[in-house]
Nanobody, 125 residues
């Protein structure tokens, strides 16, 4: 089992920035793929960003458009999602997710086994 605990998020104005963190425990972090998903009200949960187990590969969701950065600090068993140039469409619950490591970046929620409880991000005009 992998336990994932998110922190950060909150309220931001359009054009602002926020950072989310997720710390994993229970398994060797270096063997895990990690990802961030977002679920907006009334919508399905979709990939925001993901990194493979080695950290060499990174992939982003279509709506991110290079505004977000995903960092991985293996020695802390922690990933970060730095979100810049936020807009109201970025509002939603952000979930940290993980799965046993593969070279590619799985993009659907069913590909991930472990989930955090989520962190609310609200962006206002």
């Amino acid at each position: 089992q992998v336990q994932l605990v998110e922190s950060g998020g909150g309220l931001a104005q359009a054009g602002g920035s926020l950072r989310l963190s997720c710390t994993a425990s229970g398994r060797d972090f270096s063997l895990l793929n990690m990802g961030w998903f977002r679920q907006a009200p009334g919508k399905e949960r979709g990939l925001v960003a993901g990194r493979n187990w080695s950290g060499e590969r990174c992939s982003f969701g279509d709506s991110v458009d290079r505004r977000f950065t995903m960092l991985r600090e293996t020695y802390k068993s922690t990933i970060y999602l730095q979100m810049n140039s936020l807009n109201p469409e970025d509002t939603g619950v952000y979930y940290c997710a993980s799965r046993p490591g593969v070279m590619n970046i799985p993009r659907t929620q069913t590909d991930y086994l472990y989930w955090g409880r989520g962190a609310q991000v609200t962006v206002s005009l």
